[in-house]
């Protein structure tokens, strides 16, 4: 991207990242003025509108694109540091990434450990709901992100690590109270259910699976856990019913505190690595790091369906149904 200078694009960087004008001048060292100066000339200079001027400051879809240039171009510049023996000046690199709570309490840790453990490197990492951390991506706002979406981000690369899965899982005093006596795909409806917040909709994906001809069968009574060690605890404590990541729920299910209501019926998220199409050493460490965890952790992928024939059809399954 030519002809934008670095520090306009650095500026509309900070000012994304503090949320103000007046906190960029803080971390810049300069006035709001030229805070605010600088980022109009850079909007003069690509006939663009890149900031909306809410607080929190937000980027239009052309900011964006000026920020994920931004940030890569810093990436790039830490990369070449490191290899020409800076490092130390430049301290140790940063590299924000997205992630699942899920995957944040199982699995995703130790990759980071262990690419962490001989790179002088610091995760900044955002928690959201896989299905919106490829927004994060699109936004610049994170180099990588483990997602649920198969289809690339603009200038992001993408595989494939595995499938998550979750079963219904609750407390027995829970189905004594809520569920017995009536067949589970009409009970389970009208039973409070524990969701990770307003964006999950996986309770109600399995309740769409035990009755596919209610289209728009949903909890009704939900409890709101934003976290997922505190989702798991409320199952077991009593509160609702909920899905469990099958690496979360081993231990309960030896230990009688939690049952499984319908066994038949996991449902299975897919997870990809999506990350910026950028030649980066700690990048490309922790990618492999990921990989490698992936695999040892989660279901494999469910293999990509061949092409249909000319003439002929294709697979009439969805391609990662649920196991």
Not at 145 to 172: D, E, I, K, N
């Amino acid at each position: 991207m030519p002809g934008l200078p670095l520090d306009q694009v650095r500026t509309l960087l900070a000012a994304v990242d503090e949320g103000t004008f007046e906190a960029a001048a803080e971390a810049l060292h300069v006035t709001p003025s030229a805070v605010s100066q600088r980022v109009k000339a850079l909007e003069q200079r690509t006939g663009r509108v890149l900031l909306l001027r809410t607080k929190p400051v937000r980027p239009t879809p052309s900011g964006e694109v000026v920020i994920r240039f931004g940030r890569q171009l810093a990436r790039l510049e830490l990369d070449a540091g490191a290899e020409l023996g800076l490092g130390d000046a430049l301290g140790p690199a940063t590299l924000p990434i997205a992630v699942n709570a899920d995957s944040l309490a199982t699995w995703f840790l130790p990759a980071l450990a262990e690419a962490a453990a001989d790179r002088d490197v610091l995760f900044d990492l955002h928690r959201d709901d896989e299905d919106h951390t490829a927004a994060l991506l699109r936004q610049g706002r994170v180099m990588a992100a483990v997602t649920s979406s198969p289809h690339a981000v603009q200038g992001c690369s993408v595989r494939a690590l595995g499938r998550m899965r979750y079963r219904a899982m609750a407390a027995p005093r829970f189905v004594a109270r809520w569920l017995a006596g009536r067949p589970l795909r009409e009970a389970l409806p009208d039973a409070p259910a524990i969701v990770f917040d307003r964006k999950d909709e996986l309770q109600d994906r399995f309740l769409r699976g035990l009755a596919p001809r209610r289209a728009r069968a949903a909890t009704r009574a939900r409890h709101c856990m934003p976290s997922s060690e505190a989702f798991l605890d409320a199952v077991a404590a009593g509160l609702g019913w909920g899905m469990i990541p099958d690496m979360q729920a081993g231990p309960h299910l030896a230990a009688g505190t939690l049952v499984e209501l319908a066994a038949r019926r996991p449902v299975d998220v897919p997870l990809y690595w999506q990350q910026w199409k950028l030649d980066s050493p700690d990048l490309a460490a922790v990618a492999e790091a990921v990989y490698g965890a992936a695999a040892r952790e989660l279901a494999p992928p469910v293999p990509e369906p061949p092409p249909a024939r000319r003439g002929g059809r294709g697979p009439t399954g969805p391609g990662a149904a649920a196991g």
